[in-house]
Each structure stands twice: as C-alpha cells, then as structure tokens.
T-cell receptor, first 114, second 113 residues
Framework: NAGVMQNPRHLVRRRGQEARLRCSPMKGHSHVYWYRQLPEEGLKFMVYLQKENIIDESGMPKERFSAEFPKEGPSILRIQQVVRGDSAAYFC????????????FGQGTRLTVV | AQSVTQLGSHVSVSEGALVLLRCNYSSSVPPYLFWYVQYPNQGLQLLLKYTTGATLVKGINGFEAEFKKSETSFHLTKPSAHMSDAAEYFCAVSLNTGNQFYFGTGTSLTVIP
C-alpha cells in the first residue's frame, strides 16, 4: 500500500511563473490537507479538501494560491505568479476521516523561486 | 486558540544518554497530541500519539511520551540516544472538533558520538 505520494519532490520556478504541486493520497483516503513549512519553522495549515470540495481554506493566502481535489486524479496546489517568499516545503497529508486522530504525510515538494 | 510550544530549538545529547524533548500546549478543550520525526529532506513520520486512555504512550524506535494535563505537557523521552535519532522533532495537537493539526516550531536533535 503506497503512502502519500507527492510530485515533484523539487521544483524550481522563476518569479512570476506558476507552480503546480501534486498529491495522491493513500488508497482509500478521501481527505487531503496541505501544509507549508518555511525554513526554521513548523508546518502551517493551508487547506483541507474532501473529494471535489474545499472544507477549510482558512490557512490559504487570499491571492495567487488555490487548491483542488477532483473526483478523479490527485489533489493540486496551484501557486500563480510565484514570488521569492513562496519558497518553502509544501507537504500533503491524507486521512480516512477528518484529520484529528491520524494523518499520513507525503515527502513534500520543495519549491524554490529564483 | 490552540498553540504548541517546543522549548529548545536545538538539543544535543551524547550517544547513550537520555533524550528529553519538551512540548507544552495551549488548548481550550482536551486535545489529541502527537510527536512526529522528520529526517533531512523527508516527510513527517509519526512517532506516537495520545488520543484517549493511558497517559503514557509508547511509540516507535524506543520513544515514549506522557500526557500531563495539569502541566499541559507532552514531553518526548528516550532512555538511550542512538546516532540514528538525529533529526527534527515536531510536537502537534489537534482537536476533536477541528480540521487541522497545530505544530510546534520543532526541535533539532543532535547526537554526539
């Protein structure tokens, strides 16, 4: 049973470009969460999605960031017009129910904006 | 509001010595508590968790943690450090009614041979 799969593992983008980060949850998991880890900091919640629905996006920046979890395929975190401050590690987690007693994390995508 | 405080961003211990990583939380309701380990350029791996029941929780790799409600703490311990324990450790809390984990800022553990 494969774990949470994220790709790419490393992504380099120039300022102004778009970044697309993908997350395939564990088999049987329909709840997906995105977290961002800035250097020297802990993980900060961004968004919680359940198939085709955004449940909680209270941690998402109001502009340039969006997320989706379509009926078929992986969850996508999209960052438009990236800036240097977007450089971070982005982690996806999945669970079989609402994330309060368990969560399985992917290996993350490390985004570098140059 | 929920918050997690990890005292000591860097901890160094000698190989074979006791490991103690501190975690205190603030929560308006009884939380669920977690410790995760992160190796360089890797994701987070669950070490142990407390949800209900016995307050002393045993996890993988010889780690354990005790939930102390009166002290709002969930410190992580291991009797004897191994070189392979060198990593970043994160404490986290969640709530029964919530949608997310709240993470501390992490403690980097160095094991000295």
């Amino acid at each position: 049973n494969a774990g949470v799969m994220q790709n790419p593992r490393h992504l380099v983008r120039r300022r102004g470009q778009e970044a697309r980060l993908r997350c395939s949850p564990m088999k049987g998991h329909s709840h997906v969460y995105w977290y961002r880890q800035l250097p020297e900091e802990g993980l900060k919640f961004m968004v919680y999605l359940q198939k085709e629905n955004i449940i909680d996006e209270s941690g998402m920046p109001k502009e340039r960031f969006s997320a989706e979890f379509p009926k078929e395929g992986p969850s996508i975190l999209r960052i438009q017009q990236v800036v240097r401050g977007d450089s971070a590690a982005y982690f996806c987690a999945s669970s079989s129910n609402r994330m309060n007693t368990e969560a399985f994390f992917g290996q993350g995508t490390r985004l570098t904006v140059v | 509001a929920q918050s997690v405080t990890q005292l000591g961003s860097h901890v160094s211990v000698s190989e074979g010595a006791l490991v103690l990583l501190r975690c205190n939380y603030s929560s308006s309701v009884p939380p669920y508590l977690f410790w995760y380990v992160q190796y360089p350029n890797q994701g987070l791996q669950l070490l142990l968790k407390y949800t209900t029941g016995a307050t002393l929780v045993k996890g993988i790799n010889g780690f354990e943690a005790e939930f102390k409600k009166s002290e709002t703490s969930f410190h992580l311990t291991k009797p004897s450090a191994h070189m392979s324990d060198a990593a970043e450790y994160f404490c986290a809390v969640s709530l029964n009614t919530g949608n997310q984990f709240y993470f501390g800022t992490g403690t980097s553990l160095t094991v000295i041979p």
